[in-house]
């Protein structure tokens, strides 16, 4: 009968991959703080609620990209500058647990 060899496991990093939503609404909230504007001035020129605006930012909604579209006007920017920006955020957020799997399959191949 063959052994039975263990298949290695990747390390789960520390601290998992931040939400997408989490970042868009890190970026937003970024943006309104420096123009100086308050929850009720950028969520009226985008046409939602303060309420709403405040949710997003905090990362408890997950908008439709008609609404990121409209606060992103809002803020004078535009859907590619502001998508941009959070995907360089999950692409720097993400590097440690990218660099964590590539050291395990590393460790995987030297084991093969």
Same mark, same amino acid.
């Given at each position: ?9 990747a ?42 605006? *405040?949710? &997003?930012?905090r990362? %408890? ?7 990121? $579209? #409209?606060?992103?006007? !809002? ?8 998508? *941009?920006? &959070?995907?360089?955020? %999950?692409?720097?957020?993400?590097a440690?647990?990218? $660099? #964590?799997?590539?050291? !395990? ?8």
């Amino acid at each position: 009968m063959a052994d039975i060899v263990p298949f290695p496991h990747a390390p789960r990093p520390a601290d998992p991959e931040p939400l997408w939503r989490h970042l868009l609404g890190n970026q937003l909230r970024r943006r309104r703080h420096d123009r100086e504007e308050t929850l009720t001035e950028t969520a009226d020129r985008a046409g939602v609620s303060p309420q709403y605006l *405040s949710e &997003v930012e905090r990362g %408890l909604k997950e908008p439709s990209s008609e609404m990121i $579209a #409209a606060i992103a006007g !809002a803020l004078d920017t535009s859907l590619i500058e502001l998508t *941009s920006a &959070v995907a360089d955020e %999950l692409r720097t957020a993400a590097a440690p647990a990218s $660099a #964590a799997v590539s050291a !395990a399959r590393g460790a995987f191949s030297l084991a093969a």
